[in-house]
């Protein structure tokens, strides 16, 4: 006899559950999206601890007719597919057949519904697989399932459930995520009574964000658009300044249907590329529409994944979309509270007192002079400027500084919105410090100032000209001080700005060298004595085989028997001093990239070394000239506002601000 025998069908569901409910946070997924499926515009959710004694799910959608209602709960019954040709153009969020009778194989389940809108309906009871009552009952349109007890028949089960609090954090992410997929629906989710979501299923995106994340933070969101041919991308996204600690605030919604996707999601960080802090995540609401027959929904259990037949097109319209959407943005974080309406605002100011005069200033300069006398003979005056060309410098200073013969002098790229471009669109600044003459520190200050001329420009940002996309306006700042020898003073019109003057060099640094990496071969130079290095024998086998990357990025490297290298030539621009140090890091990045490391994303962390070692580093004194420079280079950058790590540059604070600091404005 045969030891093969068919399961029972009871026994086939219990193993199918093991699958498909997995938690009660999967009961409410696997209902809640039944009752999308049925057409419904209000969807009410409410649990009782955790779900574990009750999940209870009621819609206003089509309901379930008469003659189906006991069918459902059958395996493989779906009324969603009927040929394997449906399986390739899924447009719904079930399709499997294969949730309610799991759920009802494990739990208590009862299910009121109606079809049409003569108030009669049927009800169904069901205990662990089995019906116990089936009868008619007056019910309006729509369906209402209630599950209690879940797992009461599988105590394994059970006792491995986490705390109430763990299952409860599932289910409202769950409906979280829902809740942005379908802002045309109305949800509610209730716990032991209390509500915990409310949408007004209004159909706008932007006020399903308020209900989940909280409307200061929808207030800051930006909108996203993008298609192509095959695809369609509509959503908001997060400025730079909002960040999270992990992923959990990206959502993807693919023909309606929540995902997680690790292309999709790097697709969207490299969008927000030096945009993000080191370690943070942005949030974002993606909703993409396509075509069916391009994505495989039906590879993943929990239909939580998905498989792209044009991926590279996806990934190329996500970082597109992001892209285009933060560059027509001046991403400079507020330093408080957005500014309250201007009409509130001209009823409320005290009168403004005018304590600058020019002629005033102009009669006191012949005072101001002896003083500064006084000041530089201090002990602790002011350093002159080295060698780079005025600005105060460590001993990353680059080597482009001391070979100035070898580039043509920097000139501003041509900008279609720079700082002269976009000066019609300011208002004059006022003439208090906008005609305001630069005051010297020192007595020495306006000799160095002369020298510092030409060789700061040089050494500040010695940049190719080019045609980068038009961007939003940089603002025209007028600098006033430094503050602790790190972060620049400045003002315009609009209020006060706060620049960290390494931050901004960097940035400076670092879209010139990025330039410079990709062209190597130009600047290498071959070494009169070179570099010995030493390594393990794994990292040197490792590194012979990472040699013609190395050259792409313009490092020559040759064996020198046993564990030796000998660096043969790299790059002339490479910070002076510095370059021993850049190579070893270089080779360093390879080595640690097992996978093997794009020559683009090599080159771009060789650029973002070499600039966070070539800027000015945080307490070294600037002059106002110096400062002048460095924010008109920062205005010309591709992208002024955070630096190659993600870290902001530039904080403002409004003129309103301000006076609310001071009481000015009550």
Not at 297 to 311: C, D, G, I, M, Q
Not at 377 to 388: L, V
Not at 551 to 559: F, S, T
Request: charge should be negative; aromatic fraction near 6%; glycine fraction near 8%.
């Amino acid at each position: 006899m045969g030891k093969i025998t068919i399961l029972d069908e009871h026994i086939a569901n219990q193993i199918a559950a093991g699958e498909v409910v997995e938690r009660p946070s999967s009961v409410v997924k696997e209902l809640v999206e039944n009752a999308v499926d049925a057409g419904s515009t209000r969807i009410d959710v409410s649990i009782e601890e955790g779900g574990l004694q009750l999940i209870r799910v009621t819609d206003n959608g089509g309901g379930i007719e008469e003659d189906d209602v006991e069918a459902a709960f059958f395996r493989h019954a779906t009324s969603k597919i009927a040929t394997t040709q449906d399986l390739f153009s899924i447009r719904t969020l079930g399709f499997r057949g294969e949730a309610l009778p799991s759920i009802a194989a494990v739990s208590k389940v009862e299910c009121l519904t109606s079809h049409g809108s003569t108030g009669l309906g049927v009800r169904l009871r069901i205990e662990g697989g089995t019906v116990r009552l089936k009868e008619d009952a007056a019910a309006p349109r729509g369906t209402d399932l209630s599950v209690r007890e879940l797992f009461y028949n599988t105590p394994a089960r059970l006792k491995y459930m986490k705390t109430v609090q763990t299952e409860l954090g599932h289910v409202t992410d769950y409906m979280y995520r829902l809740a942005l997929a379908y802002p045309n629906i109305a949800f509610t989710l209730k716990h032991n009574g209390h509500v915990l979501l409310q949408t007004l299923g209004s159909g706008d995106l932007l006020q399903a964000v308020a209900a989940v994340y909280g409307s200061s933070l929808a207030k800051s969101m930006l909108k996203i658009e993008g298609e192509t041919l095959d695809y369609k991308l509509e959503g908001l996204i997060s400025k730079p300044e909002l960040t999270r600690a992990n992923r959990g605030g990206i959502t993807t919604v693919i023909n309606g249907r929540y995902i997680r996707s690790f292309p999709v999601n790097q697709a969207l960080l490299q969008g927000y590329h030096t945009l993000l802090p080191i370690g943070r995540f942005p949030v974002a609401v993606l909703h993409l529409t396509m075509d069916p027959t391009l994505v495989d929904v039906n590879v993943h259990p929990a239909k939580l994944e998905v498989r792209f037949s044009k991926e590279p097109e996806l990934i190329a319209l996500i970082e597109n979309a992001v892209r285009e959407t933060l560059g027509r943005q001046r991403l400079i974080p507020q330093g408080a509270a957005p500014a309250a309406p201007a009409r509130v605002r001209e009823q409320l100011v005290q009168e403004q007192l005018e304590l600058y005069r020019p002629q005033a200033a102009a009669a006191a300069e012949p005072a101001a002079a002896p003083q500064a006398a006084v000041r530089s003979e201090a002990p602790a005056a002011a350093p002159s400027a080295s060698a780079i060309g005025g600005v105060p410098r460590s001993a990353g200073t680059p080597a482009a500084a001391a070979q100035p013969q070898q580039q043509a002098p920097w000139a501003p790229p041509a900008r279609a919105d720079g700082p002269a471009a976009s000066a019609p669109r300011l208002r004059e600044a006022p003439a208090a410090y906008a005609e305001r003459p630069a005051q010297p520190r020192g007595p020495g200050d306006a000799r160095e100032a002369a020298a510092a001329s030409g060789a700061l420009l040089r050494a500040l940002a010695q940049t190719e000209a080019s045609a980068p996309p038009a961007l939003p306006a940089f603002p025209k700042l007028t600098p006033i001080g430094q503050l602790h020898g790190t972060y620049i003073v400045a003002q315009n019109e609009e209020g006060l700005f706060l620049v960290d003057q390494h931050a901004a060099h960097e940035r400076i640094n670092y879209e010139h060298y990025f330039d410079l990496f990709g062209r190597p071969a130009e600047a290498s130079q071959e070494l009169l004595v070179p570099m010995t290095l030493e390594y393990t024998s794994v990292e040197a086998l490792r590194l012979t085989e990472k040699l013609p990357q190395l050259e792409q990025a313009g490092v020559y490297l040759e064996p020198f028997g046993g564990t030796s290298f000998l660096v043969r030539a790299y790059p002339h621009w490479l910070p002076k001093g510095e370059e021993q140090a850049i190579v070893e890091e270089m080779i360093d990045l390879l080595l640690q990239d097992k996978k093997g490391i794009d020559i683009a994303k090599f080159r771009e962390k060789a650029a973002i070394m070499c600039s966070c070692k070539a800027s000015i580093k945080a307490n070294q004194s600037m002059g106002t000239l110096e400062i002048e420079v460095l924010l008109d280079r920062l205005a010309a950058c591709r992208n002024p506002y955070t630096c190659p790590h993600g870290r902001p540059i530039v904080v403002s604070f409004s003129t309103y601000e301000l006076e609310k600091m001071f009481k000015r404005v009550m």
